[in-house]
């Protein structure tokens, strides 16, 4: 009877106990620091999904009336927009109009370069916000915004609002607040935002996108892209800005090289959409040092090797990495499984396919046998020229390129305002998993539904 008493005693005590935890449990919250309202669902972090405002509409696939000139406006030239001064002044059917940036000497520099290659003066720009009357002209078409990630997204709005198409250089915007704003804005305006991500016209790349597209590689399930790239020894010299931004910025800063080639592969927003995200970095070690030599601080909260894998609606895995500090030789490592082959980028390019050879590469006459069949046509044409004119070897022309054909012709860009977004939306996302110990992290729906209209990745003609 006294031991049924005790039993009974302390069976009542630990359901106080447990219900005292639980309730603890329910009552405890993890703020999510992110820049839209965030919250836990499901075990994922979820960021709000603003609504469409009246009169907003899908901009997937959008074309814009063909123009015949196309006359353009740059924005930041210091050593990427000053290369692409030069290499537009061997593109037809552009007339460069204004340059802009803080330093006068870059943009009377860059008027040197087109008249010395026998091109009309254009009109100079200096200041934070001189961009803001440069956009206020009704005489430009192209606002090509090359400077420092801070600016890119205010520029690009205010070309988009004064009735421009904005092209950002990488990555296009830094928060996915900023992400939202470009999508919003172009869906408004019309007017098309595009990410200048050249690494998606890369010889290999493009190749190996084609080959996949015939179904060489059978189901392509497992991509990984990187950037990886040894910088942190010349921060005195180049892109100072883009060690502060290490410095106070943990995750993934610079996605979009390894990113967007690997999106298009697998059609991300044309028929697959980016599903969720988990993200993992290590402490800062070369990075501290960086931060210690070139400004007396002891802290950098981008980690070293930072790895973030996304999982897509259709179960495919997708890699990406950052590193900027190690000692290795460069990598954008770009690999590709499918059921049916392998393709590998770095630091031996190769091909393994059914058929061909199961267990190694397919011989060096085999590779450049199907490198030649793949490469698509439209490459087969330009490409001594691009390889004359150069940046990083040729793609940097190919992709203004295309920017121009597709803006001449009235098509649709090759990346849209949504791949600017999902591909840049990296950042945020891998820091908001690495503050909440790799906690899943849902990747916003961009297109609001859309991912699955337009049937696979395509360039128009
Ligand atoms: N795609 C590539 O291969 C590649 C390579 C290098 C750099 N980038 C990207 O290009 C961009 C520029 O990089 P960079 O190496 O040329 O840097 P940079 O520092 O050499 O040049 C940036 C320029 O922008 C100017 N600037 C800053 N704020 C401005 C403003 N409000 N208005 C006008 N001008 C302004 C600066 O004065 C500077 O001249 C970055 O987004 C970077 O990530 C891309």
């Not at 020894?233 to 690997?262: K, Q």
């Not at 997708?318 to 590193?323: A, D, F, K, L, R």
């Not at 297109?447 to 699955?452: P, V």
Request: charged fraction near 25%; charge should be negative.
């Amino acid at each position: 009877m006294i031991n049924q008493l005790i039993i009974n005693m302390k069976r009542t005590f630990y359901a106080v106990i447990a219900l005292a935890l639980s309730l603890t449990a329910c009552q405890k919250t993890t703020k999510i620091e992110a820049s839209i309202p965030a919250k836990i669902v499901d075990g994922a972090v979820v960021l709000e999904t603003p609504a469409r405002e009246p009169g907003q509409e899908s901009a997937l696939a959008m074309a814009c009336d063909p123009i015949d000139t196309v006359r353009i406006a740059f924005v930041g030239v210091g050593g990427r927009g000053t290369a692409a001064v030069q290499r537009y002044t061997y593109i037809d059917g552009v007339k460069i109009v204004a340059f802009c940036d803080l330093d006068s000497a870059k943009t009377t520099h860059c008027n040197e370069i087109i008249t010395g290659r026998g091109l009309p003066k254009a009109s100079e720009y200096v200041g934070e916000e001189a961009y803001k009357d440069l956009c206020a002209r009704n005489d430009i078409d192209l606002v090509y915004i090359a400077t420092d990630w801070l600016d890119h997204v205010p520029i690009a709005l205010c070309a988009m609002n004064n009735g421009k198409h904005a092209a950002i250089e990488v990555p296009a915007a830094m928060t996915i607040k900023e992400c939202w704003d470009l999508v919003n804005t172009c869906e408004k305006t019309r007017k098309h935002c595009t990410i200048l991500e050249n690494c998606c016209y890369d010889f290999f790349e493009m190749a190996a996108l084609n080959m996949a597209q015939h179904g060489l590689f059978g189901e392509v399930y497992h991509v990984e892209g990187a950037y990886i790239h040894f910088l942190s020894d010349g921060w005195d010299r180049s892109e100072t800005w883009r060690l502060d931004y290490n410095m106070a910025n943990r995750g993934d800063n610079y996605p979009t090289h390894g990113f967007g080639p690997i999106c298009q592969l697998l059609d991300i927003h044309r028929g697959d959409k980016l599903d969720y995200l988990v993200a993992m970095d290590t402490p800062s070690y070369n990075g501290k040092a960086a931060a210690k030599k070139f400004r007396g601080v002891d802290e950098c909260l981008d980690g070293d090797h930072t790895i973030s894998l996304i999982r897509t609606e259709k179960g495919k895995v997708m890699e990406v990495q950052h590193n900027v500090y190690a000692y290795r030789p460069y990598s954008r490592m770009y690999q590709l499984t499918g059921t049916e082959g392998f393709a590998n980028k770095y630091g031996q390019p190769g091909i393994s396919v059914k058929g061909i050879n199961g267990h190694s590469y397919v011989s060096q006459e085999q590779f450049d046998s199907l490198m030649v069949a793949y490469t698509p046509d439209f490459v087969k044409e330009i490409q001594d020229k691009a390889k004359e004119v150069g940046g990083h070897g040729g793609m940097d022309y190919i992709m203004d390129y295309r920017l121009i054909y597709c803006l001449r012709k009235g098509l649709p860009l090759d990346e849209d305002v949504y791949d600017a977004a999902e591909w840049s939306s990296v950042q945020e996302l891998s820091r908001i998993s690495l503050e909440n110990n790799s906690m899943p992290v849902k990747v916003p729906d961009f297109t609001r539904g859309d991912w699955n209209k337009v049937k696979g990745f395509s360039y128009a003609f």
